[in-house]
């Protein structure tokens, strides 16, 4: 990639701490890469793309068009509808007459069957799907083919499944669909967020109008595609771009029987205000401050692996990531250097480069607020550990940072940074690391690193978070439900327990 280096006097400052802690690894030979770009030839953008409102791509009724754009050259890729409130109307009355005339009337198997279809089609077109949501989003070309696709065809295949077997997850109790649902997604996980929503919903038998983000749109529009090569009865499925305002038409339109939200918890809260005492359903995966937690005995090379994994995947736009790291205080020197030993070695640049490590920033907006924190965090008086590495000179960027001397007060400790940067604490007894852990007003998820398995489960156990890995992090499955405690939301996605939020029982 390109060498000019933004931000020069904090990256310097950031490269000094490292090398003063960490004298410089001498090599015979310097050890490169070639360039290895992932092909975009077989991606068919469209200059301009309409809403997918009863099974067709319309202009919209706003009249209104944004241009998206790939976050690691700030090129536009593509002009997109933006939905306006006539446009959700249109998409609302279109998935209930849809619920009421064909999808909730279709037998529960044949139902099935066009959920396979998408998840079939979808697998099919993976390279496509990988390489545009790396375009549109910034993630690493290695992330979105290894993880998000592949994870998001496991949720249409996993939940086609359910469709006939409903009677069997809701045992002594009738089950029914519910409606018209409204879903709203955020921009860190696309497709796969997309996938989380509408494969429950549409194996339950609901109808749905999903909004994708702002920064993401295209994904979500060539499932559309999906859908309308899988036959899937128009309406059943309508997608509409578009930002807040966008969403807050689906939110507050009185037709829409449930709410499925993912993002931030302002948002949220906004939301949960705005239903009180409509009787709509709702379901809120908001945001996260976890708490990774190494102890003494762990497999401290594997745990440091761990803690990459946790705060560096996907820049570091992840809800459940660990951007916390507790350490407990007699290995807390030897996790730190082999941490800014290890952030030396990632490589950041072109998402679609097969080798890169840590893609782009997804909007302006995002690395402003990055860079913010990061700053606050200076300011408080922690310490800055960057890694030293070129940043492109177009698109947006942040290298990986990590801080220590971070107190529990810090902003950089409590709030949501959604970015590559890692807040590390000691502890000197799991009671401290448990305490500490717990001490946020998030819980979405947690991770216990230790050779004892006594002491994960008593560690685990008194996590308030709604996943907690053990000797691993961000792992994900179709059949393990996600979800939050406190401020990072309620309900649960995936699994028995994610079919709930989609069904009406008697
Ligand atoms: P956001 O919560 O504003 O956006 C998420 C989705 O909600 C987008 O589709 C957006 O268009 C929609 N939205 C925004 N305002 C809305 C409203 N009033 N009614 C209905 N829908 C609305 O998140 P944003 O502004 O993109 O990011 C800000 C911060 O939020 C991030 O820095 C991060 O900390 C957090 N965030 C957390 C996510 C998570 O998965 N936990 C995902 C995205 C953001
Ligand atoms: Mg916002």
Redesign the pocket.
């Known amino acids: 990639m390109s060498t000019t280096i933004s931000d020069k006097e904090s990256r310097e400052k950031a490269a000094r701490h490292v090398e003063a802690e960490r004298p410089a690894l001498e090599f015979g030979a310097a050890w490169d890469y070639a360039p290895a770009p992932e092909s975009k030839d077989h991606v068919r953008l469209e200059e301009r793309y309409g809403l997918f409102i009863g099974g067709r791509f319309v202009p919209p009724r706003s009249r209104k068009h944004f241009a998206t754009i790939n976050p690691a050259t700030e090129e536009k890729l593509a002009d997109v509808a933006e939905a306006g409130a006539a446009d959700v109307d249109a998409a609302v009355r279109s998935a209930e007459e849809a619920h009421r005339k064909r999808w909730s009337r279709l037998s529960p198997a044949e139902r099935g069957k066009y959920i396979y279809r998408i998840a079939r089609l979808l697998q099919e077109k993976s390279r496509e799907f990988a390489v545009l949501e790396s375009l549109n989003g910034g993630k690493p070309i290695k992330e979105s083919r290894d993880v998000d696709i592949p994870l998001a065809v496991a949720h249409f295949f996993y939940h086609a499944g359910w469709a006939d077997k409903l009677a069997y997850a809701f045992p002594r109790h009738g089950v029914s669909s519910i409606g018209v649902c409204g879903q ?5 996980f696309p497709l796969l967020m997309a996938a989380w929503k509408l494969a429950p919903a549409l194996a339950c038998g609901n109808t749905v109008v999903l ?5 993401t749109p295209l994904t979500a529009l060539h499932l559309a595609r999906i859908c309308q090569e899988a036959d899937l009865p128009p309406g059943v499925v309508n997608v509409l771009p ?7 038409h ?2 507050n339109h009185p037709r829409v029987r449930k709410i499925a ?8 809260k ?2 949960q205000r ?1 239903l009180a005492g409509t009787g709509k359903r709702l379901t809120l ?4 401050k976890a708490a990774n937690i190494v102890f003494e005995d762990a497999a401290l090379d594997q745990a440091v692996e761990g803690i990459v994994n946790g705060i560096y995947f996907n820049q570091g ?3 459940c990531a660990g951007s916390r790291l507790l350490v407990q205080e007699s290995v807390a020197e030897t996790i730190i250097g082999k941490l800014a030993d290890r952030i030396a070695t990632l490589r950041l640049g072109d998402p679609l480069d097969k080798n890169t490590d840590v893609g782009a920033i997804n ?1 302006k ?2 690395l402003a ?1 990055i860079r913010e924190l990061v700053a606050c965090g200076v300011e408080e008086g922690a310490a800055l550990h960057q890694a030293s590495c070129r940043l492109p000179e177009k698109g947006f960027w942040f290298p990986p940072t990590f801080f220590t001397g971070v107190a529990q007060s810090h902003r950089i400790a409590r709030e ?3 970015g590559p940067v890692l807040a590390v604490m000691t502890f000197r007894t799991p009671e401290e690391a448990i305490e500490k852990a717990n001490n946020t007003p998030y819980g ?1 998820s947690a991770g216990v690193w230790t050779d004892k398995g006594s002491k994960i489960f008593q560690v685990t156990s008194k996590m308030r978070a709604g996943v907690v890995w053990a000797n691993t992090f961000n792992k994900f499955d179709p059949t393990s439900p996600f979800g939050g405690y406190k401020e ?1 939301g309620f309900g649960r996605e995936g699994g028995v327990h994610g079919l709930r939020a989609y069904v009406e029982l008697s």
């Open positions: 709203i997604i955020p921009w860190n909004k994708p983000a702002e920064t578009g930002a807040g305002e966008t969403g807050a689906v939110v939200f993912t993002g931030s918890t302002d948002v949220g906004l939301i705005a995966e908001l945001g996260g736009h992840v809800c909007s907006a995002q607020k949501e940074i959604f979405l990072s």
